[in-house]
C-alpha cells in the first residue's frame, strides 16, 4: 500500500526511501569486490525470477529493494568493481551520482533556454572550463564562433559532426534534396564502429566510407588518407567527413591529427577528432600532446563518462563552427517559439543534438570538477597511466607474453605467445572464474587481451591480482 | 578539501551527503509551489555568478549545496510545479527519481546482454508488461518477432524507425550505396518536428517529406494521405514511412490510425504510430479506444516520461519486426564480440537505436509500475483528464473565450476571442507573474493558449488558480 490515498510518494515518505537507497548504493559500493565481476547467470535468468504480469495495486517499497539484491544483482557485471578491466572504463564517483540525482530531482529540460535558463547557462559554462582544462582551442569556446554541448554518447556526436559536414560540403542542398550517393567520409581501420554506424544513418552509405590503413602502431597512415581523398575527387566523388582517434577503443592508437588536420584542410573535408577514450589525458600537460593538432579540427568530442568520474551519460562535443551545426539541426515549430529564441541572444541546446528533450547533465560534471580540482583530477589519471605501466613492464619481462600493441596511456593490449586458442582459453577461465573481467581484440591476425584500467577505485594490488590470475590461468591452460 | 587523500568520496561520505541531497530534494518537492513557475533571468545572468576558471583544487560540498540554492534555482523553469502548464507534461515522482538514482548508483553498461544481463532483461521484461498494460498488439512483445526498448526520446525512435523503413523500402541497398532522392516520407501538417529532423538526419532531403493535411479536428486526412502516396507512385518516386500520431504536440489531436494503416499495408509502407503524449491514457479502458489500429502498426511509442511520472528519459519503442530494425543499425566491431551475442540466443540493445552506451533506464520505469500499481497509475490519468474536461467547461461557458480545438485528453488548446494580439498580451502577462506557466500553438490563423494538465502534483485548486489569473490577465489587458 501506499502511504496516501493519492498513491503518490509524499516528501517524508521520500527523504525515508531516500535514505535507503544512499545506504544500499553505499552498502553496494562497500561490498563491490565481494561479487563475481561479470554476471554469470544464463540466458533468461533474471527474467525467470520476475513476475509475468504487472502488479495491478502498489506494492512496499521493500520489495523493490529486496529485489534489487535477490534479483538483480546476480544479473549485474559490475563496471565500478575496482577489478573491472573489460572494454573501457566508465569510472562513476559519489559526486557524479548525487549529480545525476540532483538533476533527477529538479527534472527540468533543457531543450531551449527558457525551460530553465540555469540548464543551458551551467552547460556551455562547465564545457568552456573543460577547454581550460584540457588544452583544447578558443576556437570551441562560446565566446568565439563555435562552442561546446553534453551528448549522450561519442557515437550521437560523430552523426552531428557527420550531418554537419555533410550540409557544408554541399551548402545544405542535401538537407532539402536528400543525399546523392556522392559524398565520401574517412577514418582509420581502427576508427570505432559508430562512424560506419553514422555513415549509413546519414545516407552515405557503407560503401562510401573508406577504411584508411594504419601504420605499425595502429595509427592512420596520414599518406594513405591523401592518396585515398585524391582517388575520391579524380572519380567525381565529394570528400567531406574524416575521423581521426585519439585513442582507438581497439588498441589505444592515437591518429596523427595535425598531419590528418592539415589534409583535410587542403582538401576542404570536415575533421572530427574523436578523443572519447583518451581526451581526458590532457588534464595532464605532460600529456597534452595527445591533443596536438586539434586546433585544426572543425569539431572534437571526450567523454568525460569514460575516464573522469562522471556518469554515463557525459559525452563533450565541441564545433568550430556552431551555426553549420545549428542550422543542420534547427527545427522550430511554434510551439517552441519563445521570446528568448527570437531574440537570437541564447542558445537553445535542442538544435545541437538528435533528440529534443534533455537532462541537466551539467550538473554531475559541475560537481565532478568542483569535488576533485583539477588536482584530483590529475592525480587518478596519473595513477591509471603508472599502473598501465608497471603492467607492461610485467608483461615484457615474461617470457610467454608479448605486448601486443604500444601503451601510450591506460590501455595494455598483450598476449600469450602460445597463439589465439590459449589466449581464448585464458580470457574465459579469468572470466569465469569472476575475479575480474577483461576483454579481447583483434590486432592484424592475432587474438589480443585487453586490459583497459580506469575504474575509479582500481589500485595497484587489483592490478596485481590481474596479472596473477592471468598467468595462473595461462599456467593451467598449458598443463591441460 | 577531500575526506581521503585519494580524492575520492568514500561510502560513509557519501552516505551522508547522499542523505543531504535527499533532503534538499525533499525540501526542494515542498517549497516549490514558492517559485516562480517559469525562471525571470535575464540571459547570461546565471554564467555571470559563476567563476571564470575552474577550481583547482577541491571544494567543500557545501559549497555546491550552497550554490544551488543561490545560483543555479533563480535559473530553473520548474517543470514539476503543479502550476506548470506549458509545453508537456514531464512528470517525474518519488519512486522514478530514486529509480535513477539506483541506475546512477550501479552505473553499468546495457549495450549488449554480457555486459549486465539484468539490464537487458528487466528492459525486455517491463516493456512486456507494458504491453498489458496499454493494450498494444501481441506483435510488439519479445515472443514474437518484435518487441521493444527503451529510447531517449520520440525524436530518437522516430528516427529509427525511419532508418528502418528506409532499408524495408529498398532492401538495404540504401544502407549499403546510400540514399538516391527516390524515397518519401509522409506525416500531418500537424506532425512532430522530429519527423522533418529525422528526415532530414537519414538523407532524404525535407523536400521528401509529405505534410499532409488535416481535418477539422486537426486529424490527418487520411484521403489525402492516399491521394498523395499515388502521386508520388506515378512520379516513380517510393513511398517509404509515414507517421500517424497520437494525440499531437499543438493540439492533441489523434490520427485516424486505423485508416492510415490499411492505406500504409496496401503500398507497403513503413507505419509508425507517435503516442509519445498520448498513448499513456490506454492505461484506462474507457481511453484504449486511442490505440485503434495499432496493430496495423510496424512500429509505436509512447512517452512515460511525459505522463507516467517517470522521470526523462524514458520513451518506449516497439517494432513489429525487429530484424529489421537491428540489421539497420547493427555494428559488431571485434572488441563487442562475446559468447552470448554468438550464441545468437540474447537481445544486444545497442542495435536498436543510435548510441552504443546504454544507461539502466528500465529500473526506474519498474520501480514506477510497482509503486503505483496499474490502478494508482489509472487514477491519475483520469483525474489529469477530469481538470482538462472541467477547465474546458469553463472555457465554454465564458463569453470572452473559446475552444480552439477538440479536447480528448489533457490538453485544452483556447483562445481570448479578442484576437492575437491580446492572447499574447494574456500569456505573457501571466507568465511573467510566475503564477503559472503556459505556452501557445498555431492553428489555423489564430495564435493559441495551451494547458497542458499531467503534472504529478496538479489539482483542482492549481487549475482553478490558472484559470482565475488568465481571466483577471485579459480583464487587465482589456482595460489598458
Known amino acids: 500500500m501506499n502511504e496516501r490515498n493519492d498513491y503518490h510518494m509524499d516528501p517524508e515518505t521520500f527523504r525515508r526511501r531516500g535514505r535507503e537507497v544512499v545506504d544500499w548504493i553505499a552498502d553496494y ?14 540466458p533468461g535468468e533474471i527474467r525467470a525470477r520476475l513476475p509475468a504480469e504487472p502488479p495491478e495495486t502498489g506494492e512496499p517499497f521493500e520489495a523493490v529493494l529486496r529485489d534489487l539484491d535477490e534479483i ?130 546519414a545516407g552515405l552509405g557503407s560503401e562510401q566510407l573508406r577504411l584508411i590503413d594504419v601504420d605499425d602502431q595502429y595509427a592512420m597512415d596520414a599518406s594513405a588518407l591523401e592518396r585515398g581523398i585524391e582517388t575520391d ?66 569539431s572534437y568530442c571526450v567523454n568525460p563518462h569514460k575516464w573522469m568520474f562522471t556518469n554515463f551519460d557525459c559525452d563533450l562535443f565541441y564545433v568550430a563552427d556552431r551555426a553549420t551545426l545549428v542550422r543542420t539541426l534547427s527545427v522550430l515549430p511554434e510551439y517552441l517559439r519563445n521570446r528568448a529564441t527570437e531574440s537570437g541572444v541564447v542558445i537553445d541546446y535542442r538544435d545541437w543534438h538528435i533528440p529534443l528533450g534533455r537532462r541537466f547533465r551539467a550538473l554531475k560534471l559541475w560537481l ?6 583539477i588536482e584530483g583530477l590529475r592525480h587518478h589519471v596519473r595513477r591509471h597511466v603508472e599502473l598501465a605501466r608497471m603492467f607492461t613492464g610485467w608483461v615484457e619481462a615474461d617470457r610467454d607474453f608479448e605486448l601486443a600493441a604500444p601503451v601510450p596511456l591506460n590501455l595494455v593490449c598483450f598476449r600469450h605467445r602460445g597463439g589465439d586458442t590459449i589466449n581464448q582459453a585464458i580470457i574465459d577461465r579469468v572470466n569465469d572464474s569472476g575475479k575480474l573481467f577483461l576483454t579481447h581484440t583483434r590486432l592484424g591476425d592475432w587474438f589480443v587481451l585487453r586490459l583497459a584500467i580506469g575504474q575509479t577505485h582500481t589500485e595497484q594490488r587489483h592490478v596485481q591480482a590481474a596479472w596473477d590470475a592471468i598467468r595462473a590461468a595461462a599456467a593451467e591452460v598449458a598443463s591441460e
Chains 1, 2 share one sequence.
Open 29 to 42: 559500493m562497500e561490498r563491490i569486490e565481494t561479487f563475481p565481476v561479470r554476471s554469470n547467470v544464463a
Open 72 to 201: 538483480i544483482l546476480p544479473g549485474i557485471t559490475h563496471w565500478q568493481s575496482p577489478n573491472f578491466f573489460a572494454y573501457w572504463p566508465a569510472n562513476s564517483s559519489g559526486p557524479a551520482v548525487l549529480g545525476e540525482l540532483l538533476s533527477a530531482g529538479l527534472a527540468v529540460q533543457g531543450m531551449s533556454w527558457e525551460t530553465s535558463p540555469a540548464c543551458t547557462e551551467l552547460e556551455i559554462h562547465v564545457l568552456d572550463w573543460m577547454l581550460d582544462m584540457l588544452g583544447l582551442p578558443e576556437r570551441f569556446h562560446s565566446s568565439s564562433a563555435g562552442g561546446g554541448v553534453i551528448q549522450d554518447t561519442a557515437s550521437s556526436a560523430t552523426l552531428c559532426a557527420l550531418l554537419a559536414a555533410r550540409e557544408r560540403a554541399t551548402d545544405f542542398v542535401t538537407d532539402r534534396k536528400g543525399c546523392d550517393r556522392s559524398l565520401v567520409a574517412y577514418g582509420s581501420t581502427q576508427a570505432h564502429s559508430s562512424v560506419e554506424k553514422a555513415v549509413r544513418i
Open 233 to 298: 575527387l579524380d572519380a567525381g566523388l565529394t570528400p567531406c567527413f574524416v575521423t581521426a582517434t585519439v585513442g582507438t577503443t581497439s588498441s589505444g592508437a592515437i591518429d596523427p591529427v595535425r598531419a590528418i588536420g592539415e589534409i583535410a584542410k587542403r582538401h576542404r573535408v570536415w575533421l572530427h577528432v574523436d578523443a572519447a577514450m583518451s581526451g581526458t589525458a590532457a588534464i595532464c600537460p605532460e600529456f597534452r600532446s595527445v591533443h596536438d593538432g586539434v586546433e585544426l579540427a572543425d
Open 368 to 373: 565532478v570538477i568542483r569535488h576533485y580540482g
